[in-house]
């Protein structure tokens, strides 16, 4: 009889099933406006859930490196992914983006385009030009090869620890141009925006990684962004196609 008893409560008693944990996802700052929503749509689908980290890639990767339990990065460009394929066997790569770069400058300036940036800087009228600091930054590597290319030297540099900082010294007037990611800047507000040819730098071209032993849930993000729903939404934010 004591027997049935503790049978009966076993099959009453609530069973708690532990909530799975969310998946650390590491995310280039380029990203930081167009990533949000695609994962909250992927988690509404799917009960998955995701922790988001943004900051410049390289900084990113010698954090993975380090021991940082990312299952996903989102890289801006190809070189810091065939960086940590090489030291870490059994990872996954995939181009999703290609990034774009702009001059950003408050809507009364001046300068109109690198031409005109060229010139005040020559005349010595820019106190400072932001850009993301480049030996961390893919975005500010390739603000500097825009800057070589158009003959732009002895530029008054200020370094963004990541573009999106870089973008913040223009908008809250710490810098008076900057040369910033393209998606970040058009939804920026209150800034002239000039996109600058791809022609004009290297390639940025935006790379996933899938790290060893990734849950299925990473794995399914990286499917959206680099799918069909993920690039019209990429595309729309004014990235390229990889």
Do not use: C
Request: charged share 10%; net charge positive; glycine share 10%.
């Amino acid at each position: 009889m004591l027997r049935r008893l503790f049978l009966l409560l076993a099959l009453l008693w609530p069973i708690t099933v532990p909530a799975a944990e969310p998946v650390p996802v590491a995310a280039a700052a380029d990203l930081r406006l167009v990533l949000p929503p695609l994962v909250a749509a992927q988690e509404q689908r799917t009960g998955a859930r995701y922790t988001l980290s943004f900051g410049s890639s390289g900084q990113m990767v010698q954090q993975a490196l380090n021991g940082a339990p990312f299952q996903l990065l989102l890289l801006a460009d190809s070189a810091l992914a065939q960086r940590l394929a090489a030291a870490v066997p059994g990872v996954e790569r995939r181009a999703y983006a290609l990034g774009r770069l702009a001059l950003v400058v408050p809507q009364g300036s001046a300068i109109r385009d690198l031409n005109g940036l060229k010139a005040a800087i020559a005349a010595g009228r820019l106190r400072h030009l932001a850009i993301a600091n480049p030996a961390h930054a893919p975005y500010g590597a390739a603000a500097k090869a825009v800057l070589a290319g158009a003959g732009i030297t002895a530029a008054p540099l200020v370094l963004g620890d990541n573009v999106a900082q870089a973008l913040a010294f223009v908008t809250n007037g710490a810098a008076d141009a900057g040369i910033v990611a393209l998606p970040l800047a058009r939804a920026a507000g209150g800034l002239r925006v000039v996109p600058i040819s791809p022609s004009l730098h290297p390639p940025l071209v935006q790379t996933l990684v899938i790290m060893p032993g990734a849950a299925p849930a990473a794995r399914a993000l990286a499917d959206t962004i680099s799918g069909p729903q993920g690039r019209a939404a990429l595309a729309a934010a004014g990235f390229g196609k990889p």
